[in-house]
């Protein structure tokens, strides 16, 4: 249907994103070429609230967000169809989000296309993303021996220092992390420094969350995951404040994007020494 021939009858209509969007909507990240798969919309669309675009039986635009606690949200995965783009349907996507997201501050990372709209909705950059991926080369350096598995009664130390490090709580984000995700952990004596998380996403695997004190522990909980997928495709999206983008290009993990990081509001702000040097995705922080 051509968008400019539309009558009121056949205007797209809102609607709450389903379980039975979700194959359509994989289509629609397929066409602006993310290399989602069906299980990384299925994992995001557990976590979040999210809506929907119709236009009769097809789905022509996404949008969702996610609540942490009562302060912060973040947004992202907000597509629309290219037949339709550029009649104010990702407009009314991403005022639904903020309607949802009530008085919290929010967070996001903008794509290109993204940002005017972003900027009018009172967004402010505060930095910005970098996407590094590949399959990275084989390395026979040592691996630091402080890294370990994590174990499952480790769940709640790796949720509250991710807490302190974010500023913000992602219990739910990291109980789901749990069942699909592999950490590993820095300790020290019974407490835990760092932690990472890495699992099957996209092309091949994320590495992300990562939280740590200082870049060699990053990078040493990094190049642990690494290890474990010997000949995988291993993606790490980090901020560029973090420092780790120069190590993450040296190790072979070539900078392939970057994304304006903004928010609406106040940013969350560390309560401790740790903080994120990897994110778990580009649109759930």
Same mark, same amino acid.
């Given at each position: 249907? $051509?968008?400019?021939?539309?009558?009121?009858?056949?205007?797209?209509?809102?609607?709450? #994103?389903?379980?039975?969007?979700?194959?359509?909507?994989?289509?629609?990240?397929?066409?602006?070429?993310?290399? =989602?798969?069906?299980? $990384?919309?299925?994992?995001?669309?557990?976590?979040?609230?999210?809506?929907?675009? @119709?236009? /009769?039986?097809?789905?022509?635009?996404?949008?969702?967000?996610?609540? !942490?606690?009562?302060?912060?949200?973040?947004?992202?995965?907000?597509?629309?169809?290219? @037949?339709?783009? /550029?009649?104010? !349907?990702?407009?009314?996507?991403?005022?639904?989000?903020?309607?949802?997201? /009530?008085?919290?501050?929010?967070?996001?990372?903008?794509?290109?296309?993204?940002?005017?709209? !972003?900027?009018?909705?009172?967004?402010?950059?505060?930095?910005?993303?970098?996407?590094?991926?590949?399959?990275?080369?084989?390395?026979?350096?040592? #691996?630091?021996?402080?890294?370990?598995?994590?174990?499952?009664?480790?769940?709640?130390?790796?949720?509250?220092?991710?807490? @302190?490090?974010?500023?913000? %709580?992602?219990?739910?984000?990291?109980?789901?992390?749990?069942?699909?995700?592999?950490?590993?952990?820095?300790?020290? /004596?019974?407490?835990?420094?760092? =932690?990472?998380?890495?699992?099957?996403?996209?092309?091949? !695997?994320?590495?992300?969350?990562?939280?740590?004190?200082?870049?060699? $522990?990053?990078?040493?909980?990094?190049?642990?995951?690494?290890?474990?997928?010997?000949?995988?495709?291993?993606?790490?999206?980090?901020?560029? $404040?973090?420092?780790?983008?120069?190590?993450?290009?040296?190790?072979?993990?070539?900078?392939?994007?970057?994304?304006?990081?903004?928010?609406?509001?106040?940013? %969350?702000?560390?309560?401790?020494?740790?903080?994120?040097?990897?994110?778990?995705?580009q649109s759930l922080g």
């Amino acid at each position: 249907m $051509d968008p400019q021939t539309m009558t009121k009858h056949d205007e797209p209509r809102l609607a709450r #994103l389903t379980a039975n969007h979700l194959p359509q909507a994989l289509l629609l990240s397929q066409q602006m070429g993310w290399l =989602y798969r069906l299980e $990384d919309w299925q994992f995001a669309h557990g976590l979040g609230e999210g809506f929907a675009l @119709e236009l /009769g039986e097809r789905l022509i635009g996404t949008a969702m967000g996610w609540h !942490y606690g009562d302060d912060f949200a973040s947004v992202g995965m907000i597509i629309v169809d290219n @037949e339709f783009q /550029g009649f104010g !349907y990702g407009a009314l996507l991403f005022d639904a989000l903020l309607e949802g997201a /009530g008085s919290r501050s929010v967070i996001l990372n903008a794509t290109r296309e993204g940002l005017n709209l !972003y900027k009018r909705r009172g967004f402010v950059q505060i930095g910005e993303t970098h996407q590094h991926q590949s399959v990275p080369p084989v390395s026979a350096e040592p #691996l630091d021996s402080r890294v370990q598995q994590a174990n499952p009664a480790d769940l709640p130390l790796i949720t509250r220092l991710d807490e @302190e490090a974010l500023g913000m %709580p992602r219990t739910a984000l990291l109980a789901s992390l749990a069942h699909c995700a592999r950490f590993t952990v820095i300790r020290e /004596g019974e407490a835990i420094k760092a =932690y990472a998380a890495s699992r099957p996403f996209g092309r091949g !695997y994320v590495i992300g969350p990562v939280v740590a004190e200082n870049l060699d $522990d990053a990078c040493a909980l990094i190049e642990h995951g690494i290890r474990q997928l010997p000949g995988s495709f291993v993606r790490v999206d980090t901020t560029s $404040d973090t420092g780790l983008s120069p190590w993450l290009t040296a190790r072979g993990l070539e900078q392939v994007g970057t994304e304006a990081f903004m928010v609406r509001g106040t940013s %969350p702000h560390a309560a401790g020494p740790s903080r994120k040097f990897a994110l778990c995705s580009q649109s759930l922080g």
